[in-house]
């Protein structure tokens, strides 16, 4: 026999799914207005940031939090309410969704970075003058911090549960393969085959790989001695 969701369970669902598009829609028109010349991160400088932070980060609780600026967390009305949230929480993971970084803490709660064009998270080891563009602390111990600098605040940061990742975060569900996961020859070739389309134009596209840009899907063209506007069949 198969088990119906409760009427109050529905209620709460749709409401999360509304706070989570409402949240979206406010970072997304956030970065609106930034300068057309700035570049988004790609997958490889994504990837060398989270190691960095996982390789550092892991295992420490966070002692203190503060946000210096409301730029990049457009998902609150507060910052108390972002500080809150995260003080005496342990980081257990630190992951990445396409060009998300995840921060997996010991509540299950995810804390997700995202740089846009211009953010940067750094370690800083002992205490120090307060950094140009210093956007949020976070204090792990008396010689760790992790400060998020963003000069232009295209960067986000936002706080999400298990439940909500499908709808904060669409690419964990209809997003392409990770190209750093390994994917055979033969798989790779039969989707080529099966997409229409340029060579470029199916590079960069969200639902066919995660996280690959215009410039290096150049890059990976030049390297293969293949035209962008080559079919992908």
């Known amino acids: 026999m198969s088990q119906t969701t409760s009427k109050p369970e529905l209620v709460k669902r749709r409401k999360a799914r509304e706070r989570a598009n409402r949240d979206r829609q406010g970072r997304i028109k956030a970065s609106a ?36 600026s409301m730029r990049c967390l ?3 009305y507060f910052r108390n309410t ?16 396409g060009l998300n970084i995840t921060f997996e803490l010991d509540d ?10 211009s953010g940067s998270p750094q370690i ?36 999400i549960t298990p439940d ?8 964990s569900v209809n997003g392409g393969p990770d190209p750093l996961e390994p994917i055979p020859w033969t798989q790779l070739g039969d989707w080529l085959t099966d997409s ?5 134009e199916r590079l960069t596209d969200e639902t066919f790989l995660s996280g690959i840009g215009d410039i290096y899907a150049d890059e990976i ?4 001695g293949l035209r962008h506007d080559r079919h992908s069949s």
């Open 196 to 200: 229409p389309g340029e060579l470029k």
């Open 33 to 68: 207005d930034r300068p057309s010349s700035l570049v988004d991160f790609e997958l490889p400088e994504v990837e060398i940031v989270r190691k960095e932070l996982e390789k550092t980060l892991v295992g420490k609780e966070i002692k203190n939090a503060k946000a210096v």
């Open 82 to 97: 972002f500080e809150r949230n995260v003080i005496k929480r342990k980081i257990k993971a630190v992951d990445r969704i």
């Open 164 to 171: 909500e990742l499908e709808f904060q975060i669409p690419e």
């Open 108 to 117: 299950d709660s995810l804390l997700v970075m995202h740089l846009g064009g």
């Open 221 to 224: 063209l030049f390297e293969a």
């Open 124 to 159: 800083v080891e002992k205490p120090t003058a307060k950094l140009p563009n210093w956007e949020v602390e976070l204090t792990f111990a008396k010689t760790c911090r992790l400060v998020f600098v963003d000069p232009v605040g295209t960067g986000q940061l936002f706080l």
């Open 74 to 76: 457009k998902s609150f």
